[in-house]
């Protein structure tokens, strides 16, 4: 049972940490282990992704039969819609993305995958989660408070976010603020503890070029996101004072100006989207080598595009801000520097899809999800070229091409990489096997789903479809019955796509009470985190911490005849 | 409690705890950088400020760049006698260092007090919004360092974690430099 053996590894977790039995409040709640954390951010981030996806829902049926009321939600209102928008993109890219991606992941597979017993702070790790929990608490609570949650958008541009007399929602916004700064708090703690952590714990043996792929994109990712938080941190302070004390930092007719605002969050934003996308392309990296039996082509060509890309995301923000009123000269550059980050990400993407050439594939559950995510993710990509283009995007803007352009990118780094991910590596953290044919009949009714919801959107926002528009029957001369039908279409998906993430949940809980129970290696695999027990105790190696020897992807290695794997920890 | 063994490792040369304050250090470079860089381009586009900072007073400043550095100097000293097992003697150099922040703090509040008695209040205009704004979220640094270096020199006196004190010290070094910045932006360029 996944209990007893729990059971078991606290007894070795008080062997190894200072002999006494943890309560139940020290082991589940107030955890200082590095792999509880990280289930405690893994539950919290998918806790978060329903609310987010209800919120999807609610208002894509406002969108496609408006004025009808919504099953389970009811009538949705004018202000309903606009702060369902706002908190479902809130609550997906710093409450679902984030945590899960940067900070389960970052926290389970570190330690794990570099060799050590724990993170360098643990405390730290710990209060980080607290934060985190407390800004979660905040943004949930907003909806109950006088004159409900904040709706102007997650981007939260003045003078909608700083006017109470404009948003109608003066405790809203301000608990939407504070909530988003405590969340960046957690994150700036939990990186600095990331980065630490990889640069200083690692393994004896273990030198650069052998710490596996993840690790370092989510190395990378915590100090792109530490480098580039800070200013909206600052700007976050600002719109406090703005909202409460009276100041006017974006007020243009108080000398203010409300531009700052853009560049501040953006400068900000944009890296945020390679913050996430870094680790995702990590779990691929770890995932297509298992499964393909090959190791990685251009390791090192990975390292430096991801180092890359990370460098250029600090210079290609404005691009959201084409219609803002910058300097057109200005934009000509930032069209340049956001055509040119595709080109790192594209490579990423050419030497992932020679890693497969030649290989041997074995299609389980989460190579469906890897290749499914190389594949969504270039749509994503290359949609954005479209957007990336001043002249096209001052057509485009805020259009639902812009949104199909985004959920390409944001879905399959959050959604599909999250599966990925989880998949993979839940027999080493739950000890049981998942069930393989329910993971793959989710797979399909989940990306079959997402596919023609944002596929029609597309269309529309060719069309000219606007995404903020609450009651398009407003509007008849802008919208064409055909409209309609696509728009049904991609309510009607998102449905299926919910409700299909019941089987997810089906799979994850019997899995965890009677799947098949794992072995150490289920996949034969490379990497450190797979020579502890599954699910591993409390720090990871009671009989002795591993030392390495080799890189982590010497698969179907020449030299090795008794195996197709050579694991990190062997010696030659 | 124990500490982790990966707390001990030191595979990039440097001591984690060394390591990690630096981490910190970048994450506020760019959260002053943001509030500064906002501060700047706002002043180079409304000649008008000039007029607003005129009534800063840089005497004032000044002592308190004084009093700064010179208990940056306590803060070196602390970690000369933390480096030679004098416990003691470094916890009294931090409380001497915490001295110097409080003084900081004193002269701060005396110097808004007469200001704002004089309507030059956060919301006069966007000149005193960045003012109290970027010294408030400086001198919440300072007493986050105070706080701090508190609890370091308790330890400290007994002769326990002495590698602390170089820590909180290089935090406090940091807090200085900030200052450093916010002088001569907000008091000396008229």
């Known amino acids: 049972m996944a209990e007893s053996i729990r059971v078991e590894h606290a007894a070795h977790h008080d062997d190894h940490h200072g002999h006494h039995e943890m309560s139940f409040l020290e082991k589940y709640v107030f955890p200082l282990d590095h792999k509880m954390i990280a289930m405690q951010y893994m539950f919290t981030g998918m806790f978060m992704a329903l609310i987010g996806g209800f919120f999807a829902y609610a208002f894509r ?8 009321e919504a099953p389970f939600w009811g009538q949705v209102s004018p202000a309903d819609y606009n702060s369902l928008v706002t908190n479902h993109g809130s609550i997906m890219i710093f409450w679902v993305a984030m945590p ?98 990889a640069m200083n714990s690692r393994a004896p043996g273990m030198k650069m070029w052998d710490i596996p792929m993840v690790v370092w994109m989510i190395v990378i990712a915590s100090i792109l996101f530490m480098l580039s938080v800070g200013p909206l941190l600052a700007g976050g302070i600002m719109m406090l004072f703005d909202q409460n004390l009276g100041t006017a930092f974006f007020d243009p007719d108080r000398g203010g100006d409300p531009i700052l605002w853009q560049h501040l969050f953006w400068f ?14 990590g779990i691929v990296a770890e995932i ?40 057109p000269r200005m934009a000509n550059v930032f069209t340049v520097t956001t ?42 990509g290359i949609t954005g070229i479209f957007l990336g283009a001043s002249g096209n995007d001052i057509y485009m803007h805020d259009t639902y091409f812009v949104l199909a352009h985004f959920h390409y990118t944001f879905y399959p780094i959050a959604i599909i990489g999250t599966y990925a991910g989880f998949t993979f590596w839940f027999p080493k953290m739950f000890g049981r096997m998942m069930n393989d044919k ?47 039908d696509l728009q049904a279409l991609a309510t009607y998906s998102l449905i299926v796509m919910l409700l299909a993430q019941v089987i997810f949940f089906y799979n994850v809980i019997t899995s965890w009470i009677s799947g098949p129970v794992a072995p150490k290696n289920p996949w034969n695999s490379n990497t450190l985190e797979w020579t502890a027990t599954s699910p591993p105790p409390h720090g990871n190696w009671p009989e002795g911490l591993p030392t390495v020897y080799r890189g982590p992807y010497e698969y179907s290695h020449p030299d090795r005849k008794s195996s197709d794997y050579w694991p990190q920890n062997e010696p030659a | 409690m124990s500490r982790p063994i990966a707390t001990t490792r030191s595979a990039a040369g440097m001591p984690t705890p060394r390591l990690a304050v630096w981490w910190l250090i970048a994450s506020e470079i760019v959260i002053f950088g943001g509030v500064l860089g906002s501060y700047i381009m706002h002043r180079l586009a409304h000649g008008i400020w ?33 480096e030679r097992g004098d416990g003691k003697r470094a916890a009294n150099l931090l409380y001497l260092t915490t001295l110097g922040g409080a003084v900081f703090l004193c002269v701060k509040a005396f110097e808004w007090t007469t200001e704002i008695s004089h309507g030059m209040t956060i919301t006069a205009n966007t000149f005193w919004s960045f003012y109290y704004t970027a010294a408030g979220i400086h001198a919440a640094h300072v007493i986050a ?39 001569p932006l907000l008091y000396i360029a008229k």
């Open chain 1, 339 to 380: 055509l040119l980050i595709s080109v790192p990400i594209a490579e990423m993407m050419f030497v992932y899809i020679a890693t497969l050439y030649g290989g041997s594939i074995t299609l389980s559950t989460p190579m469906l999800w890897a290749l499914s995510f190389i594949f969504e993710f270039l749509i994503g």
């Open chain 2, 50 to 82: 000039a007029d607003y900072a005129a009534n800063t007073n840089p005497w004032i400043g000044a002592f308190n760049t004084f009093v700064l550095l010179s208990s940056s100097l306590s803060a070196v000293l602390a970690h000369q006698a933390a």
């Open chain 1, 268 to 281: 900000f934003g944009h890296p945020e989207v390679y913050v996430v996308l870094l680790p995702a392309v």
């Open chain 1, 438 to 484: 329910l993971g793959k009949l989710h797979f399909w009714l989940t990306i079959i789903p997402f596919n023609t919801i944002f596929l029609p959107l597309f269309v529309l926002g060719a069309a000219g479809h606007h995404r903020r528009i609450f009651d398009y029957r407003n509007f008849p001369e802008l919208s064409y019955p055909w409209m309609w």
């Open chain 1, 288 to 327: 297509i080598t298992v499964f393909a039996r090959k190791k990685l082509f251009g390791y090192k060509t990975v390292l430096y595009t991801a180092i890359g890309t990370g460098v250029l995301s600090f210079t290609v923000w404005a691009h959201h801000q084409f219609i803002a009123g910058i300097d």
């Open chain 1, 61 to 68: 049926w406002q969108i496609a039969f408006p004025g009808t």
């Open chain 1, 100 to 197: 899960v991606l940067i900070a389960a992941f970052g926290n389970y597979l570190i330690p794990l995958m570099i060799g050590a017993d724990d993170m360098v702070f643990p405390k730290l790790n710990r209060l980080s989660y607290q934060i985190f929990l407390l800004s979660a608490l905040i943004i949930l609570a907003s909806f109950f408070v006088e004159g409900g949650a904040f709706g102007g958008a997650w981007t939260a541009y003045p003078p909608l976010s700083t006017k109470a007399e404009y948003s109608l929602t003066p405790l809203g916004s301000t608990m939407w603020i504070t909530a988003v700064a405590l969340e960046f708090v957690a994150f700036l703690l939990g990186g600095i503890n990331f980065i630490t952590t």
């Open chain 2, 145 to 183: 360092g105070m706080i701090i270096m508190v609890i370091v020199a308790q330890t400290a006196k007994k002769n326990l974690e002495l590698h602390r004190v170089e820590i909180i010290g290089i935090y406090w070094h940091f807090v200085d430099l900030v200052w450093i910045f916010l002088f």
